[in-house]
């Protein structure tokens, strides 16, 4: 009975987690669209212009630098929240990390649609929906214990080390972080193989 008691209360502990970390990945959507009302007109023709040069780097076999930078977009949110795990300062970065997540995110969507119009939200599905199915759960996952573990560490430092338990990095953090990054390393591979048909796709419908 006790340990039903302990698993639920820890539930609900992790369940918090997530809802604070999601209010701020929602505050930066919100940011992210009013933001992106005051891009210029001109934004469209060189968003034209980047995909263009997007799909002819495309072509054939992908590049060692579009790799690198695939990887930099795929992991870069879930290694810092990795990261910040180990630091006390974490729980303040965390949500700030979690915000800019949403607010270049919807930042890019926005951009999109107000340059092509019904057709840019095609075009960024296109562009951001692997990526967003792949990344935004592994970031959670990784986030929501991060921020448990740089909480831990908050006390510790605070307390001097009393009265605190030992943060734990124990088999199942590290069990987790290699199965997370299967999962952003086949979406990458994923990606890099599907996108570019599918964007040079509707480019062609929207652009003719």
Known sequence: MKWK??????????????????LFFFAGIVLGQVFSSRVPDATGDELARYLTDFLKLGEGDPAPRTVLSAAALYFRYPLAAFLLSFASIGVLLLPLVTGAFGFFLSFSVCCFTAAFGPGGVLLALAVFGLRCAVTLPCYFLLAVPALERSAALACLSLGGGRRSAPVDYGRKWWSRLAVISGAL????????????WVLRQLLERILA
């Open 185 to 196: 390393a086949a979406g990458m591979c994923a990606d890099l193989t599907l996108a570019p």
């Open 5 to 22: 008691r302990r698993e639920v209360t820890e539930w609900r502990r992790q369940l918090s987690r997530l809802l604070f970390l999601a």
